[in-house]
């Protein structure tokens, strides 16, 4: 956790950028090893809340509960970073302080209705298609204004900005290109919504590059937990 931290401190200061917030993917992970590193993160950050991003649902759930059986684990804020099925929305709503993925108007609606009354707002990300690729999730970039004006209609949601997993590229250019895209697509974001303040964008092999464009988020699993088997 330490290392990982110091590299991107390191690679945000290269790029005179503020670092980003780490977002540990924790996806298929163990409670245990998620208790083990929230752990280790507030010993290094007393005034930081440790951060991890789910794929599913359901996962999520089981993990929550059995780490609610640890003693000892401080306060995770916990972030969807996967597909969102309309009829998950209810139990997202609860389990969740993030959702990263939202990409079309019926999910706005069906968080809304569902986030649990006398909660903080749910913080939403627009997720974006930045490279048009088929079959991925994610809206067009001409779609994020209307789906921005739709979020901060609901007082019990909270736009804070944009997350993309841009196409796979051998390329550092290529990728870096899509990175920049992205964080065009932010400027115009906030030039109508000031108060939106997250980029997520960048992962385990690609984070420098998403840095250095801007990113204010990474989302990092492998280089924390290693690599699955």
């Not at 972030?79 to 990409?103: C, M, P, Y």
């Not at 809206?139 to 901060?152: S, T, W, Y």
Request: hydrophobic share 45%.
């Amino acid at each position: 956790m330490c290392d990982t931290l110091q590299r991107i401190d390191n690679v945000a200061q290269s790029h005179r950028r503020p670092a980003p917030r780490l977002l540990t993917v924790s996806k298929t992970q163990p409670a245990r090893a998620v208790a083990g590193l929230a752990t280790a993160f507030t010993e290094l950050d007393a005034d930081g809340i440790p951060a991890f991003g789910e794929n599913y649902v359901q996962e999520a759930a089981a993990k929550q509960a059995e780490l609610a059986t640890i003693a000892g684990v401080p306060p995770i804020e916990w972030h969807l970073i996967g597909h969102l099925q309309s009829n998950k929305a209810r139990e997202a709503a609860t389990l969740f302080d993030w959702v990263q993925t939202i990409d079309r108007s019926k999910l706005i609606a069906a968080l809304a209705r569902h986030r649990p009354a006398g909660r903080t707002p749910l913080n939403l990300l627009i997720q974006v298609n930045i490279d048009d690729e088929a079959g991925k999730h994610g809206c067009r970039p001409d779609q994020v204004a209307a789906l921005a004006a739709q979020i901060a209609g609901h007082p019990n949601l909270r736009l804070r900005g944009l997350m993309a997993i841009p196409a796979p590229s051998p390329d550092d250019a290529v990728r870096r290109q899509a990175f920049a895209a992205m964080r065009e697509c932010f400027e115009i974001l906030r030039s109508a919504h000031p108060d939106v303040d997250t980029l997520s964008m960048g992962m385990s092999d690609d984070y420098p590059l998403a840095i250095a464009e801007g990113a204010t988020m990474v989302r990092i699993g492998t280089a924390l937990f290693g690599k699955r088997g």
